[in-house]
T-cell receptor, first 116, second 110 residues
Framework: GAGVSQSPSNKVTEKGKDVELRCDPI?????LYWYRQSLGQGLEFLIY????????KSGLPSDRFSAERTGGSVSTLTIQRTQQEDSAVYLC??????????????FGPGTRLTVL | DAKTTQPTSMDCAEGRAANLPCNHS???????VYWYRQIHSQGPQYIIH???NNETNEMASLIITEDRKSSTLILPHATLRDTAVYYC???????????FGAGTTVTVRA
């Protein structure tokens, strides 16, 4: 596709439920990133994928959060037993990740998650 | 990491050039200047980046001072759709964890 796509665009769930957020990166981009942005806050890094591997999961807030990437393309961020503090916009970005060169990340439109 | 300083807000008239300043006085020689913007309820949008030379693309121009301690993003003909929060960040090649400050809220008025 022309850009990074994410689905759903909005998700309302009840506390305690599991949710899955999907990201489709730009074709050919080997690196994929998940961030979240709470209301009025800046970007919070969650996890980084290079291909299907996640060399940096340091930003995942708790073990309720997990992510995977398959086929070097689509990624899914899963939040188990959602809590109200998980409410935020979850952003996905992708990049070419050319070694030794500054790498530009392109963002998707985000998924707005509301936990009631 | 070098930090950036931007004005909190600015207004611009539609059709006029918008000049957005950014100070990065502690920038290192290997740090790039990047600009993103975020229109309300949308994901961040990449605008432009540069190391030391001025850069231009279809969206904007980036002017970096010779000492690299500051830069200006220029939107040549602002439209109402350019109303957004604009973020100036500095980053090295290997720094993949993007972090935005408060940015500049730009309001383009008809």
């Amino acid at each position: 596709g022309a850009g990074v796509s994410q689905s759903p665009s909005n998700k309302v769930t009840e506390k305690g439920k599991d949710v899955e957020l999907r990201c489709d990166p730009i074709s050919g981009h080997t690196a994929l990133y998940w961030y979240r942005q709470s209301l009025g806050q800046g970007l919070e890094f969650l996890i980084y994928f290079q291909g299907n591997s996640a060399p940096d999961k340091s930003g995942l807030p708790s073990d309720r959060f997990s992510a995977e990437r398959t086929g070097g393309s689509v990624s899914t961020l899963t939040i188990q037993r959602t809590q109200q503090e998980d409410s935020a916009v979850y952003l996905c970005a992708s990049s070419l990740a050319q070694s030794g060169r500054v790498d530009t990340q392109y963002f998707g439109p985000g998924t707005r998650l509301t936990v009631l | 990491d070098a930090k950036t300083t931007q004005p909190t807000s600015m207004d611009c008239a539609e059709g006029r050039a918008a000049n957005l300043p950014c100070n990065h006085s502690t920038i290192s020689g290997n740090e790039y200047v990047y600009w993103y913007r975020q229109i309300h309820s949308q994901g961040p949008q990449y605008i432009i980046h540069g190391l030391k030379n001025n850069e231009t693309n279809e969206m904007a121009s980036l002017i970096i001072t010779e000492d690299r301690k500051s830069s200006t993003l220029i939107l040549p003909h602002a439209t109402l759709r350019d109303t957004a929060v604009y973020y100036c960040i500095v980053r090295v090649v290997w720094d993949y964890k993007l972090s935005f400050g408060a940015g500049t809220t730009v309001t383009v008025r008809a």
